[in-house]
């Protein structure tokens, strides 16, 4: 089974640049997450997908920050413009069904730097 | 007050020890309780759930749970230096099945 696929691994952008990841869940996982990581603390949630409708996103920073998930599976998240603190690694995670378990699956990440 | 709080160490522990990590949450009405374990560059595993008060076991791993007193803990019996790692708690909070993690506790088992 293909896990969740994340791209791209690294990006190193100025800051007020833009910058887009993209996220492929795991066949048939039905929630889909992006955390951000920053070095040395856990993952904050930015936003979570029910198929394609949004469930929470009360942590991501609207004004500079979006979020879309293209007919419940894909989702792409873009920061623009960025700024110095928004270096981190974005964790896209999946999961089966609403019901949560809590059983995530995440890529491996996609590691920002804004210089 | 911090929804999900934990030591963020490091915490060193002989090899062959039991290593305690612990973690307590703020919302009295959560019901899942997750230990992840998250390796240097890597992206979190989950390696530990628990839904109800008492101990759970798996392996080398017993993850214990006290709702009344809103704390959740990991014990790792015979600790390898493959054990060393970030361990995250996280807690579904219930609403709007948000999963929450703590800020993560390093563990160092030194060999």
């Known amino acids: 089974e293909a896990g969740v696929a994340q791209s791209p691994r690294y990006k190193i952008i100025e800051k007020r640049q833009s910058v887009a990841f993209w996220c492929n869940p795991i066949s048939g996982h039905a929630t889909l997450y992006w955390y951000q990581q920053i070095l040395g603390q856990g993952p904050k949630l930015l936003i979570q997908?029910?198929?394609?409708?949004?469930?929470?996103d009360s942590q991501l920073p609207k004004d500079r920050f979006s979020a879309e998930r293209l007919k419940g599976v894909d989702s792409t998240l873009k920061i623009q413009p960025a700024k110095l603190e928004d270096s981190a690694v974005y964790l896209c995670a999946s999961s089966l069904s609403h019901q949560n378990t809590g059983e995530l699956f995440f890529g491996e990440g996609s590691r920002l730097t804004v210089l | 007050q911090k929804e999900v709080e934990q030591n963020s160490g490091p915490l060193s522990v002989p090899e062959g020890a039991i290593a305690s990590l612990n973690c307590t949450y703020s919302d009295r009405g959560s019901q899942s309780f997750f230990w992840y374990r998250q390796y240097s560059g890597k992206s979190p595993e989950l390696i530990m759930s628990?839904?109800?008060?008492g101990d759970k076991e798996d392996g080398r791993f017993t993850a214990q749970l006290n709702k009344a007193s809103q704390y959740v803990s990991l014990l790792i019996r015979d600790s390898q230096p493959s054990d060393s790692a970030t361990y995250l708690c996280a807690v579904n909070t219930n609403r709007d099945d948000k999963i929450i993690f703590g800020k993560g506790t390093r563990l160092h088992i030194l060999p």
């Open positions: 997908f029910q198929n394609n409708g949004v469930v929470d």
């Open positions: 628990i839904y109800s008060n």
